[in-house]
């Protein structure tokens, strides 16, 4: 644990920690699990937390069989308590958090989370309101390509929750207008975009990882590149200044999964060592679901830490 | 429904209402759900809304059976929960209920509640501790003799949740060390403790309802009552200055359940017609679990209501 993370506490006068809080928001299976798991690895267990929002839905999935909308609907949800808790987590206070069980579809037994130094907050809509975002110190948005995350929601939902492949496009195509209507304005309001993506134009090999593309928006201050990333990396990443869909100027930092894993290793232990080592970069960062490693994932985790550490 | 009724909005600047909060504590079968639903009632669903606050458990019956203390150990209970959503719920906020099934013993999926313009918030401790207690307006305590409470909690557990006799009489000693310890003090905290118990010396026939004492604080502006309860009616009703068990001096109403019905009912609407009249007095004051009536807890009833009109 480097030394920045012992050194953490925002602490108010009366002794409540002040927690910094990540929100992470995406579509169904663009990655928000495999992000935030090596995060909260890597910061300790006992000094972060992590919450899904997709627990404040409002019906089970007996109940929306008759509903007109599906569970991406704000009003399929309770956007006023996820509002209220994540207000509560923000400055220091524990919640009764609603759990709705994904394997059966039902809303079960609530459960108590106490903030730690750091909470995470990932899910479909953590940034859709203004009042939301107020408890969020950083936002994070996952972008992927629509044709990369149809590909990672087949393989989730066929292989760990007992759907056919059928079922599954049918339930995208269902979906799909209200993610355009509520997942993907989203975006307009993180700190970061995180998309993962092969590069157009290469023709790597089977098998080669998903590059990164990571918008840094000077919405937030982000840390000066420079010094991490100096010339003898820049096979691995390379940051570039473009403008943004809607013509804002941001930072695109480029993390190539095309990369030798030695020069991807260098990126990580530069940034690692940034925030404080002299431990080894934690094992968890870059671990995908299936077991195998990501290092633009890595990368992607270390500059979330980068900003977590800042901001504590 | 009355004019005063119709006149109790609490509206803050933006619109939100602040409710009035009432707070019913005793200990188990000590009869506050009776005295709730009637308030409820007098009140109209639509403009009031009650909470049980033994919902707040942490363990359900299968974890308690490995655990040394009973569900009245607030050790046994989300204290912190229960003052947090009383806060919210006071400063007129919704709050996602934990809910504890009392046929199963399990905890469920919780529930929305959102304020109205009354809250009543019941159960074993909403008087425990000083933060919940800051959020209620008017605090009962409910403090039948225990020979009375035993008698109720036989007749609702044998009848109603499927115990024996003797289960129930064992289940009582256990918990009397904490009752002792958690209930019986939130008695001191209460504006209004409300005694149900036969009069001592009497030689009433079998049938006579149990007559009422109400101890009045003086931690809260009372109504005049003596512009309610003249001459002609105290041969149902009498205050009287006491002093309480630990010396503070209180205005004892006692009320009588031998009093001839006549009597009693004129009471009755001598005090709704205060409130704000024409309506005839609710039927629903006064009526007990089994479907009787009793003029006491009616009057009880009554009394309450007026604490509740003149704060809204």
């Not at 009366?14 to 663009?30: C, F, K, M, W, Y």
């Not at 308590?81 to 509560?88: K, R, T, V």
């Not at 195509?173 to 307009?188: D, L």
């Not at 190539?256 to 094992?283: C, F, M, N, Q």
Request: glycine residues 8%.
């Amino acid at each position: 644990m480097p030394d920045k993370l012992l050194r953490m506490k925002r602490a108010t006068p009366e002794g409540t920690i002040r927690p910094v809080v990540l929100g992470i928001a995406g579509d169904s299976a663009a990655g928000k699990t495999s992000l935030t798991r090596g995060i909260v690895e890597a910061l300790g267990p006992d000094r972060s937390v992590s919450i899904c929002v997709d627990d404040y839905h409002r019906y089970d999935r007996q109940e929306r069989r008759g509903l007109p909308f599906t569970p991406l609907h704000p009003d399929c949800n309770y956007v006023d308590i996820m509002e209220q808790h994540l207000g509560l987590l923000a400055t220091g206070q524990p919640i009764l958090k609603p759990v709705y069980d994904h394997s059966t579809g039902c809303l079960t037994r609530p459960e108590l989370v106490e903030p730690r130094e750091y909470v995470i907050v990932e899910g479909l809509l953590p940034l859709m309101t203004k009042l939301s975002r107020a408890s969020l110190d950083i936002t994070v948005y996952l972008d992927p390509p629509e044709e990369v995350r149809t590909g990672w929601k087949i393989k989730r939902d066929v292989g760990e929750r007992g759907y056919t492949r059928e079922q599954v496009l049918a339930e995208m195509e269902r979906r799909e207008p209200e993610s355009e209507a509520f997942i993907r304005p989203q975006r307009t309001h993180a700190d970061l975009v995180v998309r993962f993506a092969p590069i157009a134009g290469r023709d790597d090999p089977p098998g080669t990882p998903l590059s990164a593309e990571l918008l840094l928006r000077p919405t937030i201050e982000h840390p000066n590149l420079s010094s991490v990333i100096g010339e003898d990396v820049n096979r691995a990443v390379h940051l570039k200044l473009i403008r943004d869909n809607d013509g804002r100027p941001v930072d695109a930092l480029h993390v190539h999964g095309y990369a030798a894993p030695e020069d991807s290793r260098l990126v990580e232990k530069t940034i690692w060592d940034e925030l404080g080592g002299p431990e080894p970069v934690p094992s968890g960062l870059g671990r995908l679901a299936g077991g195998q490693h990501s290092d633009p994932l890595a990368i992607t985790q270390l500059i979330i830490l980068y900003h977590l550490l800042r901001l504590s």
